[in-house]
């Protein structure tokens, strides 16, 4: 089974809209649907805001269905010039950069597994931006604040959400991925440019993941 997940039901409402629907109800008050698609099968669920919700939902969504693959697949600012707002993004790298270690020598970074998926999307996605994901609790709407996170941590996107998901998926042995899709920049502009293309890019990385689940065979890995 694959979970696939989105910070807002938007995000993940293509997976929803796809799928021959076997099940659906609620799991913390959050709504979900399970059914498949292609040969995949698949539940979708989405609604949840900052670390602590992500780890929260995911957790829950695990030890019901026992998926062999989440996805993450939602939205995220740009942070680094490589990337602009339109641009679909795969995470190789999780880094949560308000979170000190003090007991650990460096930086505590995740790297993404090397899954089915990710093989595929790195061969045939040729439009994809690949690199690290940064993640906080705090939503960032000033450049310099920015500029300030990636010269300290790198990455090619900011979000509140892919770090802990990531790390809640490895330590239930779950592999996964994150696609995002970059709505603003991290700037004094972000909630205009969130307001001006959520509706229009909130599902973009939901479509690639259904286009490939309706050719491909990925619940497999």
Do not use: W
Request: with cysteine; aromatic share 8%; net charge negative.
């Amino acid at each position: 089974m694959i979970l696939a997940l989105g910070v807002f039901l938007p995000e993940v409402k293509p997976v929803m809209d796809s799928m021959l629907v076997l099940e659906s109800g609620e799991i913390l008050g959050r709504h979900f649907c399970r059914g498949v698609i292609g040969n995949n099968e698949v539940v979708a669920c989405g609604g949840f805001v900052g670390k602590v919700e992500s780890s929260m939902l995911t957790q829950r969504l695990i030890d019901r269905f026992n998926p062999r693959l989440a996805v993450l697949s939602s939205c995220a600012a740009g942070i680094d010039e490589s990337v602009q707002i339109g641009d679909v993004v795969v995470g190789t790298e999780f880094e949560e950069y308000d979170t000190i270690f003090p007991l650990s020598e460096g930086k505590m970074v995740m790297k993404a597994p090397d899954t089915l998926l990710m093989r595929f999307l790195k061969v045939y996605f040729k439009a994809g931006k690949f690199g690290k994901i940064l993640s906080g609790d705090a939503v960032v709407a000033n450049a310099s604040v920015r500029d300030e996170i990636h010269s300290s941590h790198g990455g090619i996107a900011l979000d509140m959400d892919s770090a802990p998901f990531a790390k809640t998926a490895y330590e239930n042995k779950c592999s996964y991925l994150v696609i995002k899709t970059i709505l603003d920049m991290a700037d004094e502009n972000s909630k205009r440019d969130f307001d001006r293309h959520f509706s229009e890019l909130a599902g973009r990385s939901s479509e690639l993941l259904v286009e490939i689940m309706k050719n491909h065979y990925i619940d497999r890995e």
